[in-house]
């Protein structure tokens, strides 16, 4: 089949059953297409459907009339090139669930300031650059070892470190782009495996916080720039990447992957992006690739 049809439930509830499948295969056929059989990538929590003489587009929204008010994601694609060879992933509120600015700002009682802030610029209503500048600045002469005490609170979403480990036993490379801080995520590479992180670097002045952050900053440009460079290294086509993000700057970089997924994001972005994921966790990204469930290489969602 030329396209492929994707239901993904969130894997705490597996809430997709035998019926509900049936009833969006005879939505496709009703369309006027050709519908394969129903193959569960795992029981309870995804399947795949393949279809032709269909538009994706046409056969997604097909999929949600349906299923009316389910709680299920819902993606349709090329099967061409399915499985990639690269993934490349922001990092805060999309592989861990903290917003580390927000973290530090909790130990000078701004975190609901600077988290205003975050919020906007991950929105897209303000420069990323600048609010990043504008946020560092408000924790100058914060003591360096609270960097420390703030990585202690760093939660990993679900399904992360599989993600990761799944993947690279499939020989793709996994990388974290991200518009925060060096200091997190090394931590986060090594815990979840990651084979490469990038990210912004925050100056120290004599073991205490200078309130700037090193030039150039990592944004949204830098973002779709180091997807591509990788690519490129590798020799792969886009067509073989997958890019995960939630924030204004993760857009381009997503729009630009074979697969761009916007993970739980901001209305903005989820507004602008082909793929989205509400509900499930990042073992989804695996799904929407065709791994089973027994593909899976299970680790845990947690700092070493």
Excluded at 28 to 33: E, M, P, T
Excluded at 45 to 63: N, T
Excluded at 137 to 161: E, H, T
Excluded at 182 to 197: E, K, N, P
Aim: proline share 4%.
């Amino acid at each position: 089949m030329e396209y492929v049809l994707t239901l993904i439930a969130n894997p705490a509830r597996a809430t997709l059953d035998d019926s509900m499948a049936r009833r969006v295969r005879e939505a496709l056929v009703s369309l006027g297409g050709d519908a394969g059989a129903i193959e569960w990538l795992a029981p309870g929590q995804a399947c795949d459907i393949g279809f032709e003489m269909i538009v994706p587009d046409q056969a997604e929204a097909a999929a949600r009339k349906a299923l009316g008010n389910a709680t299920l994601d819902i993606a349709a694609q090329p099967t061409l090139d399915r499985r990639k060879a690269l993934l490349v992933a922001d990092m805060e509120s999309t592989i861990i669930e903290n917003e580390m600015l927000d973290e530090l700002a909790e130990f000078l009682g701004l975190r609901e300031r600077i988290a205003a802030i975050t919020a906007r610029a991950m929105n897209g209503e303000i420069d990323f650059p600048e609010a990043l500048r504008e946020r560092v600045a408000l924790l100058k002469d914060l003591p360096a070892k609270k960097l420390d005490d703030a990585s202690k609170s760093i939660q990993v979403v679900p399904g992360a470190a599989t993600l990761v480990a799944t993947m690279k036993q499939a020989g793709a490379y996994c990388a974290l782009v991200s518009g925060g801080f060096t200091y997190f995520t090394a931590m986060v590479r090594i815990s979840l495996g990651f084979d490469a992180d990038h990210a912004n670097k925050l100056e120290i002045n004599r073991d205490k916080l200078a309130g700037t952050v090193a030039e150039p900053i990592l944004g949204r440009e830098a973002k779709l720039e180091t997807l591509i460079r990788l690519a490129a290294e590798r020799q792969l086509p886009l067509t073989k990447t997958i890019a995960v993000g939630d924030g204004a700057n993760d857009l381009p970089m997503l729009q630009a992957a074979g697969l761009g997924v916007a993970f739980r994001a901001k209305p903005t972005v989820a507004a602008a992006s082909r793929v989205r994921v509400e509900h499930g966790d990042l073992t989804a990204l695996l799904y929407l690739q065709g791994y089973r469930r027994t593909d899976f290489v299970v680790r845990p969602d947690k700092l070493i």
